[in-house]
C-alpha cells in the first residue's frame, strides 16, 4: 500500500475548488471534497489506475469529473505524491 502524500499546491488548488463551490452550495461543497479524497485514497492501493501525462514523464493524471488530479508515484519511497487538483473550467495548462 502506498502512502498519499499532497502537495501545498494540490492543497491549494483543492481548497479554491471547494471555495468555489461553497459560495452556490454549501453541502455540495462539502460533499464534492469527500468524494474526491475517497478517490484520490484509491491511489494508495491502485497508483497506476491514472493515465500518463503526454510530454511529462513520471506524471499521471486522474479523471474526478470535472477534476484532474494530477500525480506523482515514487516507488522508492512506496508513495503517491499529489501535484495538483485542476478544475475543468480553468484554462488549459501543460501539467
Do not use: C
Not at 491549494?12 to 468555489?20: A, F, N, S, T
Amino acid at each position: 500500500m502506498f502512502q498519499i502524500v499532497v502537495s501545498r499546491s494540490a492543497k491549494r488548488d483543492l481548497l479554491q475548488i471547494v471555495d468555489y463551490i461553497r459560495r452556490d452550495n454549501p453541502s455540495a461543497a462539502e460533499r464534492f471534497a469527500a468524494a474526491i479524497l475517497n478517490h484520490v485514497e484509491m491511489l494508495a492501493r491502485f497508483p497506476r489506475m491514472g493515465e500518463p501525462v503526454e510530454k511529462r514523464p513520471g506524471v499521471r493524471k486522474l479523471l474526478h469529473t470535472p477534476v484532474r488530479i494530477y500525480y506523482r508515484i515514487d516507488e522508492e519511497q512506496n508513495r503517491v505524491e499529489i501535484l495538483h487538483f485542476w478544475h475543468a473550467a480553468r484554462r488549459e495548462a501543460s501539467h
